[in-house]
């Protein structure tokens, strides 16, 4: 069972490019998120998707965009890369009901240079 | 802004040990839950606790919850070295799915 898969696993990329992060997960839940991790500062939510066709902001974000096409995608894009985006990033889904856990993908290391 | 915040920010311990991390939130919630995430790994749930329990077990884990002082605490007992990792707690600030994650507390059983 992969349940979410992100790609690519790491990435260095030049400042100003433009850059889609992917997750794609296999347990059709409703509810995705984006997150970034930084050393200190602990998980922070960039957007999340209640449902397919619907997005909404996180705390941080800035920079970001997302789109929900369908129940299985749930790719992140920066448009312009800036180093201050060089972080770990997470994909997560969960139940819509609010006493589900959250299910995490391993992560997308991204050095913008 | 951080919901949740868990203290120490890191613990070493001996094999066998317990190995207890606290957690303070800000607000009001519906439930509070915790995560361990390994090196290089992504966070995976380890028990979630609603905000009308007081305590619950889940193998070598107790997780307790007060509300009134509007903390939580994890417990590990016994603890061995494939329990070193970084704990996380989030809660859901009464917001629905999105939950909020704290810094966490990284833990290193040695042995």
């Known amino acids: 069972i992969a349940g979410i898969t992100q790609a690519p696993t790491s990435q260095i990329l030049a400042a100003g490019r433009r850059m889609t992060l992917r997750c794609t997960q296999d347990?059709?839940?409703?509810?995705m998120y984006w997150y970034r991790q930084d050393l200190g500062l602990g998980l922070r939510l960039i957007h999340y998707?209640?449902?397919?066709?619907?997005?909404g902001k996180g705390e941080v974000p800035d920079g970001y965009s997302v789109s929900r096409a369908n129940t299985d995608d749930f790719p992140l894009t920066l448009a312009s890369a800036v180093p201050s985006q060089t972080s770990v990033y997470f994909c997560?889904?969960?139940?819509?009901?609010?006493?589900?856990?959250?299910?995490f993908g391993d992560g997308t290391r991204l050095s913008i240079l | 802004s951080q919901q949740g915040e868990e203290d120490p920010q890191a613990l070493s311990i001996q094999e066998g040990e317990n190995a207890t991390m606290n957690c303070s939130y800000k607000?009001?919630?519906?439930?509070l839950q915790w995560y361990r995430q390994n090196s290089g790994r992504g966070l995976v749930h380890l028990i979630l606790?609603?905000?009308?329990?007081r305590e619950k077990h889940s193998g070598r884990l107790r997780v307790t919850l007060d509300t009134s002082k509007k903390s939580s605490s994890l417990l590990i007992t016994a603890s061995r070295a494939a329990d070193t990792a970084s704990y996380f707690c989030?809660?859901?600030?009464?917001?629905?799915?999105?939950?909020?994650f704290g810094k966490g507390t990284t833990l290193s059983v040695s042995s």
């Open positions: 997560a889904n969960s139940g819509t009901d609010p006493f589900q856990p959250q299910h």
């Open positions: 347990m059709r839940h409703n509810a």
């Open positions: 998707s209640n449902t397919a066709g619907t997005t």
């Open positions: 607000t009001s919630i519906n439930n």
């Open positions: 606790i609603r905000s009308n329990e």
């Open positions: 989030a809660t859901d600030a009464g917001a629905g799915t999105a939950l909020i």
